[in-house]
């Protein structure tokens, strides 16, 4: 059986929801950043790099978002979570893919995560103060851009969803309302509806 | 036929050289960026985001390196750049290729791009000086944990070695001394001899 390792107001909600919404058969195990499990010796040893998601099969252990949701669509293809036999819809779906976990979460970590890029408390303060402006951008961007509507990819829901869903609940943290972007704040309340989702929203409450 | 949009001194580098790797029918586009061209009309209409790599086939525009490597990988299927039929093995691959997007590039942008998150310019100095830090734990773990030899998933050459290579050459420039990293060093000597890698390095010169 598959393992999940995630920790509560992390990206692992997306592999979290995907796997639910596969009808995966996996265990979740919960790492508890409040002790700095995710540093701890055992933890390195699942993944070096001290973070979550990360996903135990019997063949190893797979790490990043985009990598673990594609997994969990490619062996789970009754769920239909993503275009697997069309390769140009497919990349598609992974440009949006990688645009969330290179720039718009990337974006988001300068304001709880400054350390990764600099050290000078005035540099954190200052990378904190422009997050309001950075995750706005990438927002209007996917609103103009990139959501078709209703779900990220058109009529069909993806493992795009799951992910765009998690880093939208992060956008009153961040400083934004979410309402100058009506379209991906409709798509968050219709993703919080989903049984699957409530489901997983409760096991990271 | 495929255009291929690109700018010397970026990321576009590791796509251009899997199409010449696939033996892909091509044609390259050069965007100039010292008259700013991607952020000029023309080029926003191909790429909203104002950046490079952009792929345009006959179906649509493609951006971010992980997705139009995967989408050459499984348009060319002879040329075997990928385990497309091993779903673990490729999610291995796409761990490693989301890494070099969501962390390493990252990482390396702070030194030249700090203004995407900061704008007072002490912020963005000390930006800067922590790169060669953070660059260098990057590599180190890559070197470490992830890079299998003498390609980086093992025996056989796929879409994450052109990815590594692109950022290998960046090192020196981020303060960072390759020697450190022998694998990876012997990695990128090894993938500059190569015929395709040499042709793409003199369109890039």
Redesign the interface.
């Known amino acids: 059986m598959l393992k999940f390792f995630f920790a509560p107001h992390t990206c692992a909600l997306a592999s979290h929801i995907a796997l639910e919404e596969a009808g995966a058969d996996y265990q979740p195990v919960r790492v508890d950043f409040s002790k700095n499990e995710q540093r701890g010796a055992d933890y390195l040893k699942i993944n070096?790099?001290g973070r979550v998601p990360a996903l135990a099969?019997d063949?190893?252990i797979?790490?990043?978002?985009?990598?673990?949701l594609?997994?969990i669509a490619?062996?789970h293809p009754k769920a239909r979570l993503a275009p697997l036999e069309d390769?140009?819809e497919?990349?598609?779906l992974?440009?949006f893919t990688?645009?969330l976990?290179?720039t718009v979460?990337?974006?988001h970590a300068?304001r709880m995560r400054g350390t990764?890029?600099?050290?000078?408390p005035?540099?954190i303060e200052?990378?904190k103060?422009?997050v309001p402006q950075?995750v706005s951008d990438c927002f209007a961007?996917m609103e103009?851009?990139m959501f078709k509507g209703p779900f990220v990819m058109g009529e069909t829901f993806t493992i795009a969803d799951p992910y765009l869903f998690t880093l939208a609940t992060w956008l009153e943290g961040d400083g934004v309302d979410p309402a100058r972007f009506p379209k991906i704040l409709a798509h968050r309340t219709r993703m919080s509806e989903r049984p699957a989702v409530a489901k997983v929203l409760a096991a990271h409450g």
Do not use: N
Request: hydrophobic fraction near 40%; proline fraction near 4%.
């Open positions: 070096p790099k099969s063949r190893g797979l790490t990043e978002t985009p990598a673990i594609l997994y490619q062996t390769a140009f497919l990349a598609r992974q440009a990688a645009y976990c290179s979460h990337v974006a300068h990764r890029w600099a050290d000078d005035a540099a200052e990378m103060r422009k950075t961007l103009a851009e």
